[in-house]
Nanobody
Framework: QVQLVESGGGLVQPGGSLRLSCAAS?????MGWYRQAPGKERELVAT???????NYADSVKGRFTISRDNAKNTVYLQMNGLKAEDTAVYYC?????????????WGQGTQVTVSP
């Protein structure tokens, strides 16, 4: 069973920055971040493949940067220019492809609150 441990959430003012980290106990093809705001469905924020190819939601392009350290099985999300609408619980995701199919693993979530 793969475990994911997130850190770096908190309270920040609009326009501020935060950096999220997620360390996995195993490796996988794709790592990423999703978020869920109150009353809304969980949505993709950004993902990155083992080769370093990133993918971003339109709402965060140009403000957020995803990166990963394959040696440490760790993924990072640098969030700049934060807005109130970025407020959500952020979940780390690890996707593994195997002969038996696709397996998704999730972290416990870390709260990000953007407020004056």
């Amino acid at each position: 069973q793969v475990q994911l441990v997130e850190s770096g959430g908190g309270l920040v003012q609009p326009g501020g920055s935060l950096r999220l980290s997620c360390a996995a106990s195993g490796s996988g093809f794709r790592m990423g971040w999703y978020r869920q705001a109150p009353g809304k469905e969980r949505e993709l924020v950004a993902t990155i493949t083992r080769d370093g190819a990133p993918n971003y939601a339109d709402s965060v392009k140009g403000r957020f940067t995803i990166s990963r350290d394959n040696a440490k099985n760790t993924v990072y999300l640098q969030m700049n220019g934060l807005k109130a609408e970025d407020t959500a619980v952020y979940y780390c995701n690890l996707r593994i492809f195997s002969t038996s199919g696709i397996s998704d693993y999730w972290g416990q979530g870390t709260q990000v609150t953007v407020s004056p």
